[in-house]
């Protein structure tokens, strides 16, 4: 194996490590953004507890695909006025 070879894996390998770690704070950054519009939708309680349920690592992980097959959300909007 070539020195640019090895410099390469190890540098892929640190990258790697360092994404990693930083995951859960992407996923954390994307809640806060997102909880301005849960909130206007949902009202207060349920859009923050929707989204504090997607923030959580694995819940939210389980819970979007499960509202995508039953096709709907399982925090509902409130109805809009009109």
Not at 76 to 81: C, D, G, T
């Given at each position: 194996m070539?020195?640019?070879?090895?410099?390469?894996?190890y540098?892929?390998?640190?990258?790697?490590r360092r994404l990693s770690r930083s995951l859960p704070w992407i996923?954390?950054?994307i809640a806060l953004f997102t909880l301005?519009?849960?909130i206007r939708q949902k009202g207060l309680i349920g859009?923050?507890?929707d989204?504090?349920?997607?923030?959580?690592?694995?819940?939210g992980g389980v819970?979007?695909?499960?509202?995508a097959v039953r096709g709907r959300d399982f925090i509902?909007?409130?109805?809009?006025?009109g």
């Open positions: 070539s020195m640019t070879h090895a410099a390469a894996r540098g892929q390998r640190r990258l790697t996923g954390g950054a301005g519009a849960a859009g923050t507890l989204t504090a349920l997607n923030a959580v690592p694995f819940v819970k979007i695909p499960a509202q509902r909007a409130r109805p809009v006025a």
